[in-house]
């Protein structure tokens, strides 16, 4: 197969939804038509001890939620589909919001009972400043909850998207019958028995045919009727470039717990769904068919084996091929380097790829070389942007637990900080180690993993601060810098990147410190 008929055949997505919409039981039941995974084990059962396939560390699978983004991939109908799970928690929004930048396009994942919630906000907020297609999967329809008309005007309003329905339900909750594929123009009858597998649709051309009736009852065949009418006549139809440009949002019902409506929604996605897109960089914009390789590392994860302390950083591949062993430029270090190991994922299973081709994620096995945002190429210097460190908003000192693993404390701290779950500050004044996150959640998360993985033991001791702000003088040597430097030393620190960093308490001393120098701008992300 030749080099642009694998990247129109590459589809590579992103799952984003509230905590508990279902994102996690969707991409199982994904996973399941891929033919990838044999049967799909229920999150929360604990009879299945395996858990859900893309959650893989330990702490995930106590808590039920998904702490880290993971990337599966499978082939259907000849498409290879990369799938980048993301946390729904909004305590690690963060990860979220740097896995956005690696992804073609978006499914939305709504609860029927819940509507939208306050984390699909912000996320979708995130894919509508970058134009990312999406389509919104409302799911858990064999529970009671709203109304579907709605919840489709609750999504355009509080989302601000402009929606088409490709797929309609029968009823809802109790009375749930199944769902009319108003794409393909079938009817999916549904059955609660039927967990496990996939049941084929009827082909249905014409509603208005008696037929209907018999099949699912004349009551229910009489509203599914109205109901298609208002459909046709309240909303657009369909038009792929609208939705690729990021202007109409496709939206499909269903049951991913039941495996229900899922199927729907792939063949619809695979049809549909933009192959891997050209990405911006701060030089030039980069086609995915260009035939030199560049490619950016968007998340690190240290010890996917615990055994071997390994860490992998994932590569989005922008263009070109990626070909193993052969060397590429490390673009913030200007040194070439060589893979001979590199990874394709399927959850926590690793195989090693000879070739990859753009919109596929690669892992490659990292000794500290990579950080997030770094990029590879073939020579050419490139840097591709939107990969932000946020401005923390939580504070804590870290202390070491344990004096005689001291060595082992600041080793997985270092580990882990590259990984971004959380950032690192050092103070000027004395040295002390403040650990700042976006939530709270990831001090448990931190700790845990430092005591597993890295044999280490730490305590924290609150720090009643605002925010963190990046210092950028206009002058370095200039007496403002200086005095603002003396004033201000208690709260100075430098963050892992040697950068210099002002801790603020409150909003009111940031404007303050603004105010009184003026020439020292102040900046809440770290890409400034």
């Known amino acids: 197969m030749g080099f642009l008929e694998e990247i129109q055949r590459r ?216 109901e298609l009418e208002l459909v046709y006549e309240v909303y657009p139809d369909f038009n792929q470039q609208d939705y690729l440009d990021g202007k109409l949002q496709p939206v499909f019902f269903g049951s991913a717990l039941n495996n229900f409506g899922v199927k729907e929604l792939l063949d619809c996605f695979i049809d549909i769904a933009p192959p891997p897109q050209p990405k911006m960089s701060e030089e030039r914009l980069v086609d995915s068919k260009e035939d030199k390789l560049s490619g950016f590392v968007f998340k690190i994860h240290a010890n996917m084996d615990p055994k071997h302390r390994d860490r992998l950083a994932f590569v989005k591949i922008v263009s070109g091929t990626f070909k193993r062993n052969a060397p590429y430029l490390h673009v913030r270090h200007n040194k070439k380097l060589k893979f001979s190991s590199p990874n394709a994922f399927f959850a926590e299973k690793k195989e090693i790829v000879d070739e990859s081709f753009p919109g596929d994620i690669v892992g490659l096995h990292d000794t500290g070389n990579f950080k997030i945002g770094d990029t590879l190429t073939e020579g050419e210097h490139l840097n591709f942007k939107g990969i932000p460190s946020f401005s923390p908003e939580h504070f804590r000192y870290v202390n070491n637990a344990d004096p005689m693993k001291a060595k082992q404390l600041y080793k997985g701290l270092d580990q882990l900080m590259d990984e971004g779950v959380a950032q690192l500050f050092t103070l000027e004044l004395n040295g002390r180690k403040v650990i700042g996150t976006v939530g709270a959640l990831q001090y448990e998360v931190i700790q845990y993993r430092l005591e597993h993985e890295y044999g280490a033991k730490c305590t924290y001791e609150n720090l009643p601060m605002h925010k963190v702000c990046w210092v950028a003088p206009e002058d370095a040597k200039s007496e403002e810098f200086a005095e603002f430097k003396r004033v201000k030393q208690r709260y100075l620190a430098k963050d892992k990147q040697g950068q210099l960093v002002f801790l603020a308490d409150s909003a009111f001393t940031i404007q303050m410190t603004q105010s009184k120098y003026p020439s020292v701008k102040l900046h809440f992300t770290s890409e400034f």
């Open 11 to 226: 589809r590579t997505f992103g799952i984003i939804s509230h905590p508990d919409a279902g994102k996690t039981t969707l991409t199982e039941k994904l996973l399941l038509f891929g033919g990838a995974i044999q049967e799909a084990g229920a999150v929360k059962n604990n009879k299945i001890k395996k858990g859900a396939t893309s959650d893989f560390m330990e702490i995930e699978r106590q808590r039920g939620i998904s702490v880290a983004t993971s990337v599966l991939a499978f082939i259907y109908k000849d498409k290879k589909i990369n799938i980048l799970d993301t946390p729904g928690h909004k305590d690690f929004a963060e990860d979220t919001f740097r896995t956005l930048t690696a992804v073609d396009s978006v499914i939305v994942v709504i609860d029927v009972a819940k509507g939208v919630e306050e984390q699909t906000e912000k996320l979708v907020e995130v894919c509508r400043m970058r134009n990312i297609p999406m389509i919104v999967f409302i799911n858990k329809l064999d529970r009671e909850g709203k109304d579907a008309f709605d919840l489709l005007d609750e999504v355009e309003q509080k989302l601000g998207l402009t929606v088409t329905p490709l797929s309609f339900p029968i009823g809802m909750g109790y009375d749930f019958k199944g769902i009319y594929n108003v794409w393909e123009k079938k009817l999916n009858l549904f059955s609660g028995e039927k967990k496990q597998t996939v049941s084929e649709g009827i082909e249905f051309n014409d509603v208005t045919n008696p037929e209907l009736d018999t099949i699912i009852g004349e009551g229910p065949a009489n509203q599914l009727r109205e």
